[in-house]
């Protein structure tokens, strides 16, 4: 028997050869998401994934971009995850070549390059404390000062137990990703603050779960669109975020706090390797490997470095 009969259901395949190879979840998640969107558009066409062409291929791109009105980001992350699936089944034999790749060699460097010369929103200091001190809910506008704060990624955010937090350094330990090097984060007093006024109301909601933050209707632990949410919805009302833009610029997400905690350390003169290390970057020199930083010192420095926002 052939091994392209042995695999009846190759997008699932594909995802437990993503862990193997140490791919995050969510990213896996993407993936898949993407490859189904592909699936059912060449399952209608009767076109079955061994028999996709560039006609094929160019029939989806214009799809994505004038039926679904896929922005150039989201077009790029479909042709890449079809890209790594079909590397998969070149690699299972059930294709002969990745189609993918000059596709995307000819049309999607070019489509890019039309549109993606912009840059991520970043917010002055001034700007994030109008947005922080805007939010009155205890729980989105903890959300956002730990952003802030933190720089971490909101799948980090979300896996953030209570018993992660330690008050007395004022440290969140985070749970172990393959993104991730450094898992501890610091913050500072203004964070603290509307962390404890947070986990006064979270205790009176007492939820079944160690989670941080909850959705308020489960009371399990909130999803990636509920922190999507709590977020957008307060850039909307600040003019912070226009839906209706497909410019980067315009767009602001819980990344974007990633992207300031990043620019206004660095801005305020914090060494780049004090900053990669609060990033939880992957080092990717092997000398990186022999390169240690103290805690304590990495500690006082955030602290000096970090905004002020003025929270109340």
């Given amino acids: 028997m052939e091994r392209v009969n042995l695999i009846q259901n190759p997008t699932e395949e594909f995802c437990k050869d993503c862990r193997l190879r140490g791919m995050t979840e969510e990213s896996i998640r993407r993936y898949r998401s993407s490859i189904k969107v592909f699936l059912n558009f060449i399952q209608e066409k009767g076109v079955g994934i061994d028999e996709v062409d560039a006609y094929i291929l160019r029939d989806f791109l214009q799809y994505l971009i004038y039926e679904r009105k896929a922005k150039h980001k989201t077009v790029e ?5 079809l890209s790594a699936f079909y590397d998969y089944l070149v690699f299972e034999g059930m294709v002969k070549s990745n189609i993918i790749l000059p596709f995307r060699k000819r049309y999607l460097k070019r489509y890019k390059n039309d549109f993606d010369n912009s840059e991520r929103k970043l917010l002055n200091v001034e700007e994030m404390s109008r947005l922080i001190n805007s939010i009155m809910d205890p729980r989105d506008k903890a959300i956002a000062t730990v952003f802030a704060k933190t720089g971490i990624r909101r799948g980090e955010l979300l896996r953030i137990d209570i018993d992660d937090i330690d008050w007395e350094e004022c440290s969140i330990t985070l749970k172990p990703t393959p993104k991730r090097s450094n898992r501890v984060v610091f913050f500072d007093e203004e964070c603290a603050v509307v962390l404890r006024r ?17 959705n308020y209707q489960t009371m399990e632990r909130l999803d990636r669109n509920g922190v999507w949410f709590a977020i957008v919805k307060y850039a909307i009302r600040l003019g912070f975020h226009n839906p209706d833009s497909s410019r980067l610029e315009d767009h602001f997400g819980p990344h974007c706090f990633r992207h300031w905690f990043t620019t206004w350390l660095l801005r305020n003169g914090m060494p780049r390797e004090y900053v990669k290390e609060l ?13 240690h930083i103290d805690r304590e010192e990495l500690r006082k420095t955030y602290l000096a470095c970090i905004p002020k926002l003025g929270i109340i």
């Fill in 77 to 81: 992350n479909y042709f890449s995850a």
């Fill in 198 to 214: 947070w986990l006064m109301v979270r205790e009176k909601l007492n939820p079944p779960t160690e989670a941080l933050f909850v």
């Fill in 279 to 291: 990033r939880g970057d992957k080092r990717r020199e092997a000398i990186d490997i022999y390169h």
